[in-house]
T-cell receptor, first 110, second 116 residues
């Protein structure tokens, strides 16, 4: 059966450290994958998109990798700040629609 | 440059009533997606529309739910005869192109539906 999982429901890290979030999927073949940030009571905000033929994408302190063999994407936030605290969602392209993971709630502690 | 707009932001309905949720996409966007998010759960795809066309409704419940995106005006998600299980946040997203051309989605603030 098809499944999309994110490594943990919640992740606590110390300010200044690198946060690494994982997105794994089963029985999907996405042409690309996206990462979004969602704050409580708000809609998701797009962060990064990575295509199946790209290994890595960077944007400021954010880095995404995409391994279609492992069926996994890693999302890194370097030099994390308390303002990075939010829920992070991965989303797979699935033909004419998107499948979102359950999200990882990241807390960056000062 | 206004973002995606949804209204109302909060909607309370009694069981059996109808709920109408509106979504105005970003200017220049002709693709609209609707999602439902239950408390402590992820976003679940419901329907994907272009102007006057439903492209993918594989995530829509078979009964009571319908969606449209007319040539003029906002996209509407309509829930008839609401039940308590319909209580959720409903998000709309728009995109300038279809998912096949790998564009990101821009989400609205959501409508929080409460069924009493």
């Amino acid at each position: 059966s098809q499944k999309i999982e994110q490594n943990s429901e919640a992740l606590n890290i110390q300010e200044g450290k690198t946060a690494t979030l994982t997105c794994n999927y089963t029985n999907y073949s996405p042409a690309y994958l996206q990462w979004y940030r969602q704050d409580p009571g708000r809609g998701p905000v797009f962060l990064l998109l990575i295509r199946e033929n790209e290994k890595e994408k960077r944007k400021e302190r954010l880095k995404v990798t995409f391994d279609t063999t492992l069926k996994q994407s890693l999302f890194h936030i370097t030099a994390s700040q308390p303002a990075d605290s939010a829920t992070y969602l991965c989303a797979l392209e699935n033909g004419q629609n998107f499948v979102f993971g359950p999200g990882t709630r990241l807390s960056v502690l000062p | 440059n206004a973002g995606v707009m949804q209204n109302p932001r909060h909607l309370v309905r009694r069981r059996g009533q109808e709920a109408r949720l509106r979504c105005s996409p970003m200017k220049g966007h002709s693709h609209v997606y609707w999602y439902r998010q239950l408390p402590e759960e992820g976003l679940k795809f419901m329907v994907y529309l272009q102007k006057e066309n439903i492209i993918d409704e594989s995530g829509m419940p078979k009964e009571r739910f319908s969606a449209e995106f007319p040539k003029e005006g906002p996209s509407i998600l309509r829930i008839q005869q609401v039940v308590r299980g319909d209580s959720a946040a409903y998000f709309c997203a728009s995109s300038p192109q279809s998912s096949g051309t790998s564009y990101e989605q821009y989400f609205g603030p959501g409508t929080r539906l409460t069924v009493t």
